[in-house]
């Protein structure tokens, strides 16, 4: 007696599992029939499906790239805030402690000799400590 081929809900359908093709039909193998659905039916279920998995990857693609923008955003917030900081450092002289304080006695030795004034003193004094 032939097996009775049953019509199954297409939910019920494995879709990791192999079909084997006949005339009409494609059969859900699995080591017994569960099911056919005729070629062109199963044809639009997995149309259907890879549509909707078509607009899942779109959807996600823009959710990840407004993810991506404001990682960016906050990124590049970050980078201005050290360059801000960065902008306000002091340059490090390239004169050690000692050559300053060297440089400082010379110049007390100058205006006392009166070769600088006071005033020319005093601005250089200020332009050395600033580098400390």
Same mark, same amino acid.
């Given at each position: ?9 297409? *939910?019920?359908?494995?879709?990791? &599992? ?5 005339? &009409? &039909?494609?059969?859900?193998? @699995? ?5 056919? #659905? ?18 899942? @990857? $779109? ?13 960016? *955003? %906050? ?7 050290? #360059?801000?900081?960065? %902008?306000?450092? %002091? ?9 300053? $304080? ?6 007390? %030795? ?11 003193? &005093?601005?250089?004094?200020?332009? #050395?400590?600033?580098?400390?």
């Amino acid at each position: 007696m032939k097996d009775e081929v049953k019509k199954v809900d297409t *939910e019920e359908f494995d879709m990791d &599992n192999t079909f084997e093709s006949s005339e &009409n &039909n494609l059969t859900h193998g @699995s080591g017994y029939t569960r099911g056919s #659905l005729p070629k062109k039916g199963l044809l639009e279920i997995l149309a259907k499906k890879a549509e909707d998995i078509k607009h899942q @990857s $779109i959807e996600l693609g823009k959710i990840a790239a407004r993810e991506a923008e404001v990682l960016g *955003e %906050k990124i590049d917030g970050a980078v201005d805030d050290g #360059l801000d900081a960065a %902008k306000k450092l %002091k340059p490090k002289s390239s004169e050690s402690k000692s050559e300053i $304080i060297d440089l400082l006695e010379r110049l007390a %030795k100058l205006k006392e000799q009166g070769i600088i004034t006071e005033k020319e003193f &005093n601005a250089k004094k200020k332009d #050395l400590l600033s580098k400390i």
